[in-house]
């Protein structure tokens, strides 16, 4: 089983649409947890962290249930800009690296 | 203040080969990481620097991967002999503090093993 899942998609959705997307983790004691983003071919972009009681940035809300080992990303009001791969990442307790999921894609077309 | 640089951005060498990867980390950062991302597969850690040290290396794959870190600052990355699996994106990431909202991740080294 693999330590982060994500749905692969991709999920195309129009503009202005609102898009959810969830990942788990096998690991309970795993300590933080982040979404990033990554457009074709560059580097992954922090977008933001999660935390357990929930965190908004604009557009995009971040949940975390601990207890389900569930992390989710809400994306309201799609833009064409927000095309690119969410990645789920969380840290293993005790460690300083980062465990990634393998991806979901994202396209939003006019 | 200047990113994370990687080169060579792209390298096409022979199975056989041996080839090194070089990461320049933002100034002042003392940790620094290789990750990579085979085809398909999701990016995987590979090892973790505080300054010049090997603070985790569990994720390097075997023991043609050699890793160091000259006097704290830039890092390398060599592969001898390289395989065809070894092809992928091989990114670095430098960080302050550990924990994942302080990375930076440079723009990658594409290296494809023919």
């Known amino acids: 089983r693999k330590e982060v899942e994500q749905d692969p998609g991709p999920f195309n959705v129009p503009e202005g649409a609102t898009v959810a997307f969830n990942c788990t983790y096998s690991n309970s004691a795993s300590q933080s947890f982040f979404w990033y983003r990554q457009d074709c071919r560059k580097e992954p972009k922090l977008l933001m962290s999660v935390y357990s009681s929930g965190n908004e940035d604009g557009r995009f809300t971040a949940q975390l249930n601990r207890a389900s080992q569930y992390i989710s990303l809400l994306i309201r009001d799609s833009k064409l800009s927000d095309s690119a791969t969410y990645l789920c990442v969380v840290t293993p307790g005790g460690y300083n690296k980062l465990i990634f999921g393998a991806g979901t894609r994202l396209a939003v077309h006019p | 203040e200047a990113g994370v640089t990687q080169f060579p951005s792209h390298s096409v060498i022979e199975k056989g080969q041996t080839v090194t990867l070089r990461c320049d980390p933002i100034?002042?950062?003392?940790?620094l990481y290789w990750y990579r991302r085979v085809m398909g597969k999701e990016i995987k850690f590979l090892l973790h620097?505080?300054?010049?040290?090997?603070?985790?290396e569990s994720g390097m794959p075997n023991n043609r991967f050699l890793a160091e870190r000259t006097g704290g600052t830039y890092s390398t990355l060599k592969v001898q002999p390289a395989e065809l699996e070894d092809s992928g994106v091989y990114f670095c990431?430098?960080?302050?503090?550990?924990?994942?909202?302080?990375?930076?991740f440079g723009s990658g080294t594409r290296l494809t093993v023919v």
């Open positions: 990431a430098s960080s302050q503090n550990p924990g994942g909202d302080g990375y930076t």
């Open positions: 100034s002042g950062h003392d940790n």
């Open positions: 620097f505080v300054k010049e040290s090997k603070q985790d």
